[in-house]
């Protein structure tokens, strides 16, 4: 067993685990947080991604030991609460989801990938970063519409907090 | 995946102090060793984490001179501005490395150490005849790629770093496998003081490789044109559900123009 410390949307857990308990085991099992998906063994679908300290990983291929002093954000707590968060707007919006098995994790990865492109995002940067990212519905059409809405939507509410 | 007991090594004393446990495994980025555990196709009963020392992080560039930790990741090495600056080649080659997730965790240690077949970053450590640093020693690329999924290192040997010089030209392409991005033939090219050197992985039977036909001929001339009507022969090339062995051989020929052009671009 493994003591593991961490800081999973904004709450400090402690717990005991198996050393073996990958961390989405521990968010979904453990925490109770089953917005986190796993949808293959491969670690190629993507529907666990997670943050981990500010970055965008599978959380089915890592052990909750290996997070322990880290801090997580999941689907749970990507909003602040007072509403959708500008990545879940635009899904919504754009219809970028069918089924939604896949959603969590695109959501996650779009997150990420927004914040990594300050500069803004096109739709070939788009495919190209959703590699890790496997739907079974979509066609990933929308996918790619929610995410460049949401990018541009970013974006410009920076230059409203700014020029505030 | 099989009981494990997790150790998280503060330095690399400790670290080799764990080793000595039967059967323990090092774990970096986990990319492959964690797949690997969950179908219980490795089942080790001590991991160890070596993500946490200091000493196996970070890029250093200074003149001509590159060491890469073995713990960076990709992700690292894809967007590190002295490292672009100095070798573009390698930043591309570790961006196009699996996918954004795999790359904020993966390692170039990680990846050295298991010597996957279709692995880029072999291809781009034997064409810079770049230097694996070790707790033991030093040894170049040559000697340290053993075959497939093999390599120099002894029980509780740790890469510590990968260093080399930076060439006057150097190139990377890929043809990826559209469903895993390993490559189905990847070529890696540089040009400099010492001569041309052409490493191709994702296609020798025995893992990576140099192809001397392709470095006789970018030796007269480093111009992709200079490839042109080049052949290499298909003996000892894979052949799979992918692609066989001929289609191969015309791939390591179509690749290495490809990196010829992005290193002279
Ligand atoms: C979906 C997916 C796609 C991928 N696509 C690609 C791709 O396109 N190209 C590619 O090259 N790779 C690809 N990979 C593999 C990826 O690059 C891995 O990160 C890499 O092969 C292993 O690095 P790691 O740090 O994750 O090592 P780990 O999985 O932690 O370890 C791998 C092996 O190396 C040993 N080891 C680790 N560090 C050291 C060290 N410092 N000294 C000695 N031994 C050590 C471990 O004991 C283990 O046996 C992919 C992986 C996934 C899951
Ligand atoms: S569950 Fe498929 S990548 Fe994690
Ligand atoms: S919406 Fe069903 S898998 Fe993507």
Redesign the pocket.
């Known amino acids: 067993m493994s003591d593991v410390s961490l800081t999973v949307n904004g709450r400090q857990v402690n717990a005991a685990v198996e050393d073996r308990t990958l961390l989405v085991h521990f968010l979904r099992e453990h925490l109770g947080l089953t917005g986190t998906h796993v949808g293959c063994d491969?670690?190629?679908c993507g529907a666990c991604v997670v943050h981990v300290d500010g970055k965008a990983v599978k959380s089915c291929?890592m052990l909750a030991a290996q997070a322990s002093g880290s801090t997580v954000v999941t689907i749970e707590g990507l909003s602040d609460g007072t509403g959708l968060h500008p990545v879940q707007a635009a899904f919504k919006e754009n219809h970028g989801l069918q089924c939604g098995f896949c959603t969590p994790g695109m959501i996650m990865a779009a997150t990420d990938m927004i914040n990594r492109h300050p500069e803004g995002l096109d739709e070939a940067t788009v495919r190209a970063e959703l590699e890790?990212n496997i739907c079974r519905c979509t066609g990933y059409h929308n996918i790619v519409k929610s995410i460049l809405a949401a990018s541009q939507a970013m974006a410009k509410g920076k230059g409203r907090a700014k020029a505030a | 995946m099989y009981s494990v007991t997790y150790h998280r090594a503060a330095s690399l004393s400790d670290a080799a102090k764990l080793a000595k446990k039967d059967e323990a495994?090092?774990?970096?980025?986990?990319?492959?060793?964690?797949?690997a555990m969950k179908t219980r196709l490795a089942a080790p009963p001590d991991v160890i984490d070596?993500t946490h020392i200091a000493e196996?992080k970070g890029i250093t560039v200074s003149g001509k001179s590159v060491t890469i930790g073995?713990?960076t990741t990709?992700a690292e090495v894809a967007n590190n501005a002295k490292l672009k600056a100095a070798c573009p080649a390698i930043c591309h080659l570790a961006s196009?490395?699996?996918?954004p997730h795999?790359r904020h965790?993966?390692?170039i240690?990680?990846?050295i150490?298991?010597n996957?077949p279709?692995?880029?970053?072999p291809a781009a450590l034997l064409a810079l005849d770049a230097t694996i640093v070790?707790t033991k020693r030093e040894l170049a690329a040559e000697k340290f790629f053993k075959g497939l999924f093999e390599t120099a290192?002894k029980d509780g040997?740790?890469?510590?770093a990968v260093r080399f010089t930076v060439p006057a030209k150097a190139g990377y392409a890929k043809f990826?496998n559209p469903a895993?991005?390993?490559?189905m033939t990847g070529v890696f090219v540089a040009s400099g003081k010492e001569g041309v050197r052409a490493a191709v992985t994702g296609a020798g039977d025995d893992g990576v490789f140099r192809s001397r036909p392709i470095e006789a001929a970018l030796a007269r001339n480093f111009e992709a044109a200079a490839l042109e009507g080049v052949s290499v022969p298909s003996d000892g090339l894979m052949s799979d559900l992918h692609a066989s062995a001929e289609y191969r051989a015309n791939l390591v020929v179509v690749m290495a123009k490809r990196a010829v052009m992005a290193a002279t671009g």
């Open positions: 491969t670690s190629q291929t890790g | 495994k090092f774990l970096s980025g986990g990319m492959t060793l964690i797949p070596l196996l073995a713990a990709h196009h490395i699996g996918d795999v965790r993966g390692t240690g990680g990846s150490a298991n996957d279709a692995a880029d970053y070790t290192l040997e740790i890469v510590k990826p895993s991005r390993y490559a």
